[in-house]
C-alpha cells in the first residue's frame, strides 16, 4: 500500500470537517479537487479527470473560480473553499491551509449568481408529528438581502403551505436534524418535501444545532435581547428553528452575519392565502407553458426600477394583504400617482439610479464587498436624498418620505473618504482619498519615499560599480538584493555577499 504523503494527510483532515462538500483544495495558482470530489466535479464542469499516485484529480485555475463554483452551485452542490494560510515560499515543511468559506445554493451572496428581482433563500425546518399530522416551524434567511422569516405551520395542508412558503420566499435550500431520517412519520414526510421542487437541495445537519438552549443564546447575541420573548415568535419550536439555522449560516460563512437585524413573523391573519393549485392557474408569476414569468401578471405589472421594487411586487402578488385598511391606503397612493404623472415621473427618474442597497450592505458585512460597492451607496443615497427634498411639499407622500432617514453624515463621510473611481479589488489599494487619514497618507509618504531611495540606490550603485544594467531587486525570501548579469560579475567589488546564482 502506497503511504500517504502530507499534503494528502491535510486533504483528508479537512475533507472529513467537511465531508457533506466538494472540497477546493489550494495548492499554488489552482484549487485542485481529489478521489471521489473529483470525479463528480469532472463530470459537471467537462474538465479533464487525472491520476497522481493513483489518486483521481481535476482542477481549474484559482482567478477563473468564480465561473466553476457557479456551475457547481447550480448542480445544488455544497462547496468548501479552502486557501492557503502561509507563504509557500517562506512555509516549513507543509503549508497551513483552512477552509475559508462554505457556499451552497441557499447561501450566495454573489450578484452573478443572484436573480435581481428574486430572494434567494436558505431554511430551516423543525417539528414534530402531534395525532398524526406534522407541526412546523419554518425559519428562511436571505444571506444576500439579511431578510430573515419565521412561519408556523399547523393549519390546512401541510405540504401545500410549505410549499407556498418555498416559492413565496425563494427557498432553494433546506436544512433539517438527521434523527428525522430514523422516524418513519417524518421521514415519510421529508419525502413528500422533497419532491415538491426538483431544484430544492434537502440537507440534514446534526441534531445538536437544534439545541433549544443553545437557540435561544444565539438569537440573543444577535439581536442583543434579555429575553427571546421579545421576538414575539408564537411557538419554541420557532426559535429552535431560528436559532439553528443563523448557527448553521454562521459557521458555514465564517462570519458574523451583523447585516440580520430581526427575525420577522409571518402572520397569515394580515394576508390572503392563495394555494398553489390557484397560483398556477392565475398564472401570477410563472407561466403554464414553460414556467417562466412572460404572460404572467407579474410580468404585466413590473415596471419596478429598482431590484428591491422588484423583489417587493413578487411577494405582494404571492401574499396581497387582506386587511381594508393597507388596501385602501395603498390605492390611494396609486390613484394620486395616476392623477399626478407629472409627481410620478419624478419618482421614478430618482429610482432608476438607487442601486440594489440591500444586496450591497449584505455583501459588505459578510466580507464580499468592495470600495465601488461603497461608491454605489453613495449614489444611491445621495438620489434618496434628492428625492425627498424634491417632493417634500407633497402631502400624499408625507408619511413615505417621513419615514426616510437623514443620510447627509453617511454621503459625506463616503464622499470625503472613497475615490471616485476605485479599483474593482480592495488588494489593489489606491481606494481612499488623500486628506482623509492623516495616519494613511503617512504610510503612503513612506512608501513613496522608500521607492524613491531604492531608485536612487540604484543608479548610485549602477555609477560607482560601472555596471548600468545592474538592478535592486526583492523578494519576500532573501528580501532585497542586486541583481547583476553574468559578464559583470568580476565588476562586483569582494565585500558584496553572493546569495544566488541564476543559471
Known amino acids: 500500500m502506497q503511504k500517504e504523503t502530507p499534503m494528502m494527510r491535510q486533504y483528508h483532515r479537512l475533507k472529513r470537517k467537511h465531508s457533506d462538500c466538494i472540497l477546493l483544495f489550494r495548492l499554488g495558482d489552482f484549487y485542485e479537487m481529489f478521489e471521489n470530489d473529483a470525479a463528480e466535479a469532472s463530470s459537471i464542469l467537462n474538465i479533464a479527470l487525472t491520476k497522481r499516485n ?14 466553476y463554483i457557479a456551475k457547481l452551485i447550480q448542480q445544488g452542490k455544497k462547496i468548501a473553499i479552502c486557501e492557503q494560510q502561509e507563504d509557500p515560499q517562506l512555509a516549513k515543511g ?6 475559508v468559506e462554505v457556499i451552497s445554493p441557499g447561501m450566495i451572496t454573489d450578484p452573478n449568481l443572484l436573480q435581481n428581482k428574486s430572494n434567494n433563500c436558505i431554511a430551516a425546518l423543525y417539528g414534530s408529528i402531534q395525532k398524526g399530522r406534522p407541526i412546523l416551524a419554518c425559519a428562511a434567511l436571505d444571506v444576500s438581502t439579511g431578510e430573515f422569516l419565521s412561519s408556523l405551520i399547523q393549519e390546512g395542508d401541510i405540504l401545500d403551505t410549505l410549499q407556498n412558503e418555498f416559492e413565496d420566499n425563494g427557498i432553494r435550500e433546506v436544512i433539517y436534524p438527521e434523527s428525522y431520517e430514523e422516524q418513519d412519520s417524518l421521514f415519510s414526510f421529508l419525502q413528500s418535501v422533497r419532491s415538491l421542487r426538483s431544484d430544492l437541495v434537502l440537507r440534514k445537519v446534526s441534531d445538536s444545532l437544534f439545541d433549544p438552549l443553545g437557540a435561544e443564546e444565539i438569537l440573543k447575541r444577535q439581536f442583543s435581547l434579555a429575553h427571546v420573548g421579545i421576538l414575539e415568535l408564537e411557538a419554541e419550536i420557532q426559535i429552535v428553528a431560528c436559532g ?6 454562521k459557521e458555514s460563512l465564517k462570519r458574523e452575519l451583523s447585516h440580520v437585524r430581526w427575525v420577522r413573523q409571518r402572520r397569515s391573519e394580515r394576508i390572503l392565502f392563495i394555494d398553489n393549485a390557484t397560483k398556477k392557474h392565475l398564472e401570477l408569476t410563472e407561466n403554464q407553458q ?8 407579474l410580468w404585466v405589472l413590473d415596471k419596478t426600477q429598482t431590484a428591491m421594487g422588484g423583489r417587493l411586487l413578487k411577494k405582494l402578488i404571492h401574499n396581497p394583504y387582506s386587511d381594508i385598511r393597507v388596501i385602501r391606503n395603498r390605492l390611494e397612493k396609486v390613484e394620486y400617482f395616476f392623477t399626478n404623472p407629472s409627481v410620478m415621473g419624478k419618482v421614478r427618474g430618482f429610482l432608476t439610479g438607487i442601486l440594489d442597497i440591500e444586496r450591497i450592505l449584505s455583501r459588505l458585512a459578510v466580507g464580499k464587498g468592495n470600495a465601488r460597492d461603497l461608491v454605489g451607496i453613495k449614489t444611491s443615497l445621495q438620489k434618496v436624498r434628492d428625492m425627498r427634498s424634491e417632493l417634500d411639499e407633497v402631502d400624499a407622500l408625507k408619511e413615505e418620505l417621513d419615514s426616510i432617514g437623514d443620510f447627509g453624515e453617511v454621503i459625506e463621510d463616503l464622499e470625503k473618504g472613497i475615490v471616485q473611481d476605485p479599483p474593482l479589488s480592495t488588494r489593489e489599494g489606491g481606494m481612499i482619498r ?16 522608500n521607492r524613491n531611495w531604492i531608485v536612487r540606490y540604484q543608479r ?11 538592478k535592486v531587486r526583492y523578494n519576500k525570501i532573501i528580501g532585497y538584493y542586486i541583481e547583476v548579469t553574468k559578464p559583470n560579475i568580476h565588476l562586483v567589488p569582494p565585500e558584496y555577499m553572493r546569495k544566488q546564482t541564476l543559471v
Open 54 to 67: 493513483n489518486v483521481p484529480m481535476c482542477g481549474f485555475p484559482y482567478h477563473a473560480a468564480d465561473n
Open 460 to 470: 548610485q550603485q549602477q555609477r560607482q560599480l560601472g555596471i548600468p544594467s545592474l
Open 434 to 449: 488623500q486628506a482623509y487619514s492623516a495616519q494613511l497618507d503617512e504610510y503612503r509618504k513612506l512608501t513613496r519615499e
Open 290 to 297: 414553460d414556467g417562466s414569468q412572460q404572460a404572467t401578471l
Open 244 to 249: 439553528a439555522l443563523l448557527c448553521y449560516v
Open 94 to 99: 507543509i503549508v497551513k491551509r483552512d477552509v
